[in-house]
């Protein structure tokens, strides 16, 4: 049983996606398992979905060109998935739009420590943010101490003071 994922048009085992200005939130989830050709060519996609590909055992080609593809973290699958291809040379036009360093780039090309760079600046903001918190309770910490000692040093004179009084009392009360 085949079927057309919308807003795509499908003869035979060809899904044609060409020009419909799909991202990765409108992209098909699934393609009909007897799928040989895909075209996702001159859209808005700028990563694919891991897995997309994965059980489409019929599948030769899938155009991709005319995408502004962002080669960080997310193209992780795509870049997998092109290296296990037979004919990458049809790949040659699957390129890196974004991060600058790799603008250009064929992502069938890059090394996955290229990649994986682009990974890493979200966990160095995400470390700052975490390092920022630590230090702002940690200063919670010395203020809360300071306002225990404080407080301990003014029970200590109430408390000297009362003993004072008391005792004054009791000579007092005596005489």
């Not at 979905?49 to 055992?57: A, T």
């Not at 296990?84 to 600058?100: D, G, M, T």
């Not at 203020?143 to 004179?157: E, G, H, S, T, W």
């Not at 008391?166 to 000579?171: L, R, V």
Request: proline fraction near 4%; charged fraction near 20%.
């Amino acid at each position: 049983m085949s079927f057309c994922p919308k807003p795509c048009r499908c003869t035979y085992n060809i899904t044609d996606c060409t020009s419909q200005e799909l991202t990765e939130e409108s992209l098909p989830t699934s393609f009909s398992p007897s799928t040989s050709v895909i075209f996702l060519n001159d859209n808005r996609l700028s990563f694919i979905p891991n897995g997309l590909f994965d059980n489409l055992k019929s599948l030769k080609v899938v155009h991709l060109w005319q995408n502004p593809w962002e080669c960080d973290c997310d193209i992780l699958y795509l870049r997998s998935w092109l290296q296990w291809q037979q004919n990458r040379a049809h790949y040659r036009k699957v390129i890196c739009a974004s991060p600058a360093h790799l603008q250009g780039r064929i992502i069938a090309y890059l090394s996955e420590e290229e990649i994986i760079t682009t990974c890493q600046y979200w966990y160095c903001s995400l470390a700052f943010v975490f390092q920022l918190c630590l230090f702002v309770l940690i200063l919670i910490q010395v203020v809360l101490a300071l306002l225990v000692i404080v407080y301990l040093q003014r029970f200590r004179k109430f408390a000297k003071e009362a003993k004072r009084v008391a005792t004054e009392m009791h000579q007092h009360g005596d005489t």
